[in-house]
């Protein structure tokens, strides 16, 4: 697979971010959701590849554009399949949250699992720990482990927790064990990645969230060398009924990130919104923006950060001039 088609990637979701960007603290999250789904939706058009949207924001007839089995990119190119979230965390840029960010994963055909729009219980953590989780284990014991392989004392362990009622149990058991706890409101995408990142002080993610952000989450953590292992929890039949016609009959089976997300040609990319611990949000200053992105591939081992300067923000119809200009070219 062509390895410019991350810097491809990046053009996307810095598109659907600028666009998005535009609604944080306004209370609209259908709004931001939609603006950010318009832009990488155009954007996909400036692409070489013939991409299959196979993580998206829903079924044909739920979605009007990035659907599950919409073919995206110019029809040139490699065949993909693609996992993506334009808006991650929409309530957090409707309500000037943190964690908010544009994101995508690529990889060859066949090569991410197709997950149903269901919960997952998840357990994620970065490389020195990579070994030590086991989901069917008490959240102690992985705690106690994940400790272990870092060199830590339990104390100085910081484990991230969506902050929902269905966590109230989960939160108390590990305020017991004497670890520290970071609870967010939303954004379990961006708190998996960071277990892998240093600078953030995140060792470990657990709890209940959606699967595609699983698979999202792996695709990235396959990069960094981090491991998440997940479990599906259906709310209902017809969510069983669905996942079965997706090719999923396994309902107890523990999947790890190699399950999730597997081969080498994976690219992830993303761009935050909203400013959050991996990634710095969207600053608009006069008639300029700014961003900051990241993108990883697995192949290569490589971790790029990006911050690009947009000039002449008034003057956009709809998405950044350099976008515009490619997709006129092409027409």
Not at 22 to 44: E, I, L, P, Y
Not at 152 to 168: A, G, K, N, S
């Amino acid at each position: 697979m062509d390895r410019h088609v991350g810097l491809d990637l990046v053009r996307i979701t810095e598109s659907a971010a600028l666009a998005c960007s535009r609604w944080m603290g306004r209370g609209d999250k259908n709004a931001a959701d939609q603006a950010a789904v318009t832009a990488m939706r155009r954007s996909f058009d400036n692409v070489d590849i013939r991409g299959t949207v196979v993580i998206g924001e829903g079924e044909r007839d739920e979605a009007p554009m990035l659907y599950i089995g919409e073919q995206v990119g110019s029809g040139w190119g490699p065949e993909v399949d693609i996992a993506l979230d334009p808006l991650e965390c929409t309530n957090s840029v409707a309500y000037g949250r943190p964690n908010a960010m544009a994101v995508i994963a690529l990889a060859a055909r066949g090569h991410f699992l197709h997950a149903p729009d269901t919960y997952m219980e998840k357990i994620a953590v970065g490389p020195k720990a990579a070994s030590a989780i086991d989901l069917s284990r008490t959240i102690e014991e992985n705690l106690e482990a994940v400790a272990a392989a870092k060199g830590y004392h339990l104390e100085d362990l910081t484990v991230v927790i969506l902050d929902r009622p269905r966590h109230e149990d989960l939160i108390q058991r590990v305020r017991k064990t004497g670890a520290r706890i970071h609870l967010i409101p939303d954004g379990d995408v961006s708190a998996a990645i960071a277990t892998s990142l240093d600078s953030t002080g995140v060792d470990v993610l657990v709890g209940v969230g959606g699967a595609p952000e699983g698979v999202l989450a792996a695709a990235a953590l396959r990069c960094l060398g981090g491991a998440i292992q997940g479990r599906l929890l259906f709310r209902s039949d017809d969510e069983k009924a669905r996942a079965r016609k997706m090719g999923i009959s396994d309902f107890g089976r523990v999947y790890r990130e190699t399950d999730l997300a597997s081969g080498d040609s994976i690219t992830f990319a993303s761009t935050g919104v909203t400013d959050g611990d991996m990634l710095d949000g969207v600053r608009f200053s006069g008639n300029t923006a700014e961003t900051h992105s990241m993108v990883m591939r697995v192949k290569t081992g490589t971790v790029r950060t990006i911050r690009t300067q947009y000039r002449n923000t008034h003057s956009w119809d709809g998405q950044p001039p350099e976008l515009a200009r490619t997709e006129a070219a092409r027409s």
